[in-house]
């Protein structure tokens, strides 16, 4: 079946540099992606969402970008913190065109290193 | 407002066993998405739940099962355990299409 995939499982930043997290999907219908930070011992937390009718969206150090054509997904973190510290899955489904489950992808761990 | 709250918190059952896990949803929230997250890897999703019926289902074997309640609470039960049952069980709440997920329960089956 079709999956959203990550393509670099770790990443390893230096405190308050930036940090980039992709992500490839293969669903051409999927009209909605979510990014999730997940800590240990806890749910997915959400961080920002987009609509495939939208190619960037901005919340609060975090920026996420969409590129239909490549179907690629990505997590900008500015100024990344010790905090940031944890694994982020990204996720698609197609709320607006017929409801799909939630599909995540592997997940990349982040690591920041003070 | 509470999330949504999920226990058991941590669970040790035998191979064979059955267990049941249940799951609070966020308030204002009708639907109840149930996954299973195995260690270093991404959720997979069992089922869904809305009315108090399945909606949808993922990849699971029948010895999955659940059930909605009239107040959105839902449970999920597992027949017949395995080892390989052992993973991280995640609820999730939502309204339309944004999801809210508990922290999950822990399942150790030995």
């Known amino acids: 079946g079709e999956s959203v995939g990550l393509h670099l499982p770790t990443l390893s930043v230096q405190e308050g540099d930036n940090s980039i997290i992709n992500c490839a999907y293969s669903?051409?219908?999927?009209?909605?992606f979510i990014w999730y930070k997940q800590e240990s011992g806890k749910g997915p937390q959400f961080i920002i969402d987009?609509?495939?009718?939208?190619d960037k969206r901005q919340g609060q150090r975090v920026t996420v970008l969409l590129n239909k054509t490549v179907k690629h997904l990505s997590l900008q973190i500015a100024a990344t913190q010790p905090g940031d510290s944890a694994v982020y899955f990204c996720?698609?489904?197609?709320?607006?065109?017929?409801?799909?489950?939630?599909?995540f992808g592997k997940g990349t761990r982040l690591s920041v290193i003070a | 407002d509470a999330g949504v709250t999920q226990s058991p918190t941590h669970l040790i059952k035998t191979r064979g066993q059955q267990v049941t896990l249940r799951c609070s949803p966020k308030?204002?929230?009708?639907?109840v998405s149930w996954y299973q997250q195995a260690l270093g890897q991404g959720p997979q999703f069992i089922f869904q739940?809305?009315?108090?019926?399945?909606?949808q289902r993922g990849n699971f074997p029948d010895r999955f099962s659940g059930h909605q309640f009239p107040n959105y609470s839902s449970e999920l039960n597992v027949n017949a355990l395995l080892l390989g049952d052992s993973a991280l069980y995640l609820c999730?709440?939502?309204?339309?299409?944004?999801?809210?997920f508990g922290s999950g329960t822990r399942l150790t089956v030995v």
């Open positions: 999730a709440s939502s309204l339309n299409y944004g999801y809210t």
């Open positions: 996720a698609e489904n197609t709320p607006y065109s017929g409801n799909t489950p939630l599909v």
């Open positions: 987009i609509r495939s009718n939208m």
């Open positions: 669903n051409s219908a999927s009209d909605y």
């Open positions: 308030s204002g929230h009708d639907t």
């Open positions: 739940y809305y009315e108090e019926e399945e909606r």
